[in-house]
C-alpha cells in the first residue's frame, strides 16, 4: 500500500543550527512526487518544497532542501540555520503515480526551534 | 490575492445538525479538494474535484456530500453530523492532471468543527 512514514513526532533544535527531519514513502511506482508542507500554529498549510522521482538533483528551496535517496525511498527535509518561525508542523506528502488527484500525507513531525 | 478561501472558520453542532462548509478559489486551478486533519493522522481526503462537473470519493468519504459548484466553488456537506466527524477541514486547489506530479495543493485556512 502507498503510505508516507514520519518516525518523529517531535524535533528540538536549536536557533540557527541545521535540522533534518525524516521522511520514508512506500509506492511501486516509477513515477511520484514528493512534497513538503509547513503548517504554523496558525493553522494554515504552506507549501515547502517539491521533488520528482525522476529529478536527478536534490530541489532546494532557500533555506529549505530535500534529500532524496530513491534507492532507500527516503525524502528528508533539511532545514538550515533554523530561526524560531520555523517552529511549526510538517508534513511530508506523496503524489502516487497515476493518482494525481490523491496527495498522500504522512503524520507530521512538530518542530520546536529554540533561542 | 485571495488564493483559496473557505467559510467559516469555527462551527459547533450538535449530533444530527447539518452543515455545508463553503470553498472558493481564485487561482483558475481545475481541481479541488476536501481534507479532513487529526491529530496524530496527517491530512485524509474526504472528496476530490478533478475538474468541474465531476467529484470522486477519497479516503474518507462516509457521512460527507460534495458539490462543484462551478470551476471556483466546491462545497462539503454534513448531512447528519456525528461526534467522530470533529476535526479540522481543509479545501484546497490545485493544477493535477491524471499524469502531473509537480502541482503542489494550495490550502485555504482551515474550519475547526465540533460536534457535540
Known amino acids: 500500500a502507498q503510505k508516507i512514514t514520519q518516525t518523529q513526532p517531535g524535533m528540538f533544535v536549536q536557533e540557527k543550527e541545521a535540522v533534518t527531519l525524516d521522511c520514508t514513502y512506500d509506492?511501486?511506482?516509477?513515477?511520484?512526487?514528493l512534497f513538503w508542507y509547513k503548517q504554523p500554529s496558525s493553522g494554515e498549510m504552506i507549501f515547502l518544497i517539491y521533488q520528482g522521482s525522476y529529478d536527478e538533483q536534490n530541489a532546494t528551496e532557500g533555506r529549505y532542501s530535500l534529500n532524496f535517496q530513491k534507492a532507500r525511498k527516503s525524502a528528508n527535509l533539511v532545514i538550515s540555520a533554523s530561526q524560531l518561525g520555523d517552529s511549526a508542523m510538517y508534513f511530508c506528502a506523496m503524489i502516487p503515480g497515476g493518482g494525481g488527484f490523491k496527495t498522500i500525507f504522512g503524520a507530521g513531525t512538530r518542530l520546536f526551534v529554540k533561542a | 490575492n485571495a488564493g483559496v478561501t473557505q467559510t467559516p472558520k469555527f462551527q459547533v453542532l450538535k449530533t444530527g445538525q447539518s452543515m455545508t462548509l463553503q470553498c472558493a478559489q481564485d487561482m483558475n486551478h481545475n481541481s479541488m479538494y476536501w481534507y479532513r486533519q487529526d491529530p496524530g493522522m496527517g491530512l485524509r481526503l474526504i472528496y476530490y474535484s478533478a475538474s468541474e462537473g465531476t467529484t470522486d470519493k477519497g479516503e474518507v468519504p462516509n457521512g460527507y456530500n460534495v458539490s462543484r459548484l462551478n470551476k471556483r466553488e466546491f462545497s462539503l456537506r454534513l448531512e447528519s453530523a456525528a461526534p467522530s466527524q470533529t476535526s479540522v477541514y481543509f479545501c484546497?486547489?490545485?493544477?493535477?492532471?491524471?499524469?502531473?506530479?509537480?502541482?503542489?495543493?494550495?490550502f485555504g485556512n482551515g474550519t475547526r468543527l465540533t460536534v457535540t
Open positions: 509506492t511501486s511506482d516509477q513515477s511520484y512526487g
Open positions: 484546497a486547489s490545485s493544477d493535477h492532471g491524471t499524469f502531473l506530479y509537480n502541482s503542489p495543493l494550495h
